[in-house]
């Protein structure tokens, strides 16, 4: 148990939907990392946080959208959802931005139908 | 673009020693990085290179190049419990700045027989 915590385990929504994926890092831990991993492109690298503020981003689609709040916890939302979307999406987090380990949670298994 | 290779599937022998290679060609580079994945399972950090030479840890082993732009992750005394998935991973840096953002390689999935 990595200590990071992902809600819900398992998401089936239909296409052009919107969900929310939540995220709680370790305790203490300030920033936090969304991946996207399909079985045809691996792990792909979202968006970090770090302390409430947007620090890096990758492929993120103009669709998703992230946040951090005051508590720290995240939330990724995902709208106008495609069958492409369908995924394992994880959340990861670190005490520092640049720590070396990340520490990921469980992931929230999305099924678009 | 980023770019990391490593070979799609690899079988061993229990007992046996086996390497899984990577190799990167990225713009920037601050660290190499192997996570061990089981199947639907969150990946766990197993090591870190940054400078070349062999990082060595308990079973496992990490070797960097950055010259040629190669890791390659050993595993000795193979046991079933290290089938799974190796992902090699680069931290980038933009325009001299550090940063924590990770690109993945597709990984490579181990497959340890008796």
């Known amino acids: 148990d990595s200590g990071v915590t992902q809600t819900p385990k398992h998401l089936i929504t239909a296409t052009g939907q919107r969900v929310t994926l939540r995220c709680s890092p370790r305790?203490?831990?300030?920033?936090v990392y969304w991946y996207q991993q399909s079985l045809d492109q691996g792990l792909q690298f979202l968006i970090q946080y770090y302390n409430g503020e947007e620090r890096a981003k990758g492929n993120i689609l103009e669709r998703f959208s992230a946040q951090q709040f005051p508590d720290l916890h995240s939330e990724l939302n995902l709208s106008s959802l495609e069958l492409g979307d369908s995924a394992l999406y994880f959340c990861?987090?670190?005490?520092?931005?640049?720590?070396?380990?990340?520490?990921f949670g469980p992931g929230t298994r999305l099924t678009v139908l | 673009g980023q770019n990391i290779d490593q070979p799609t599937e690899m079988t061993a022998t229990e007992g046996a020693i086996v390497q899984i290679n990577c190799t990167y060609q990225?713009?920037?580079?601050?660290?190499l990085f192997w996570y061990q994945q089981h199947a639907g399972e969150a990946p766990t950090f197993l090591s870190y290179n940054v400078l070349d030479g062999l990082e060595e840890k308990g079973r496992f082993s990490s070797f960097l190049s950055r010259s040629k732009g190669y890791s390659y992750l050993l595993l000795k005394e193979l046991q079933m419990k290290d089938s799974a998935s190796y992902l090699c991973?680069?931290?980038?840096?933009?325009?001299?700045?550090?940063?924590?953002?990770?690109?993945f390689g597709t990984g490579t999935l181990l497959a340890v027989q008796p």
């Open positions: 990861a987090s670190t005490t520092d931005r640049f720590d070396n380990e990340q520490f």
């Open positions: 305790s203490g831990d300030l920033s």
């Open positions: 990225t713009s920037g580079f601050n660290g």
């Open positions: 991973a680069v931290r980038l840096t933009y325009y001299g700045g550090a940063t924590n953002k990770l690109i």
